[in-house]
């Protein structure tokens, strides 16, 4: 099992910046690969970026060169540098483990962007 607790969602103005963290525990050793994802009400949740146990990233091609995923070990924490941000990355983001186990969700933490 691993947990995943979400933190650093709030409200900030067009092109401003925010910095989520999701802070992990459990079965650390069994997972593959972080990512954070988003959805909108009555959308899909869509992948933003997503970072692999050997540091490979990937990023959604809409928060490129915008957004920087990274973690640390030491702290067991990912986190999600969001900068030039826009009305249109106002969602629910949600951290997301892949392991050898299955795949495993935070709670969600809300991101308003006012224009």
């Known amino acids: 099992q691993v947990q995943l607790v979400e933190s650093g969602g709030g409200l900030v103005q067009a092109g401003g910046s925010l910095r989520l963290s999701c802070a992990v525990s459990g079965s650390i050793f069994s997972i593959n690969v972080m990512g954070w994802y988003r959805q909108a009400p009555g959308k899909q949740r869509e992948l933003v970026a997503r970072?692999?146990?050997?540091?490979?990233?990937n990023y959604a091609d809409s928060v490129k060169g915008r957004f920087s995923i990274s973690r640390d070990n030491a702290k067991n924490t990912v986190y999600l540098q969001m900068d030039s941000l826009k009305p249109e990355d106002t969602d629910v983001y949600y951290c997301?483990?892949?392991?050898?186990?299955?795949?495993?969700w935070g709670q969600g933490t809300q991101v308003t962007v006012s224009s």
């Open positions: 970072i692999a146990s050997g540091g490979t990233t």
């Open positions: 997301n483990a892949i392991t050898i186990r299955g795949n495993f």
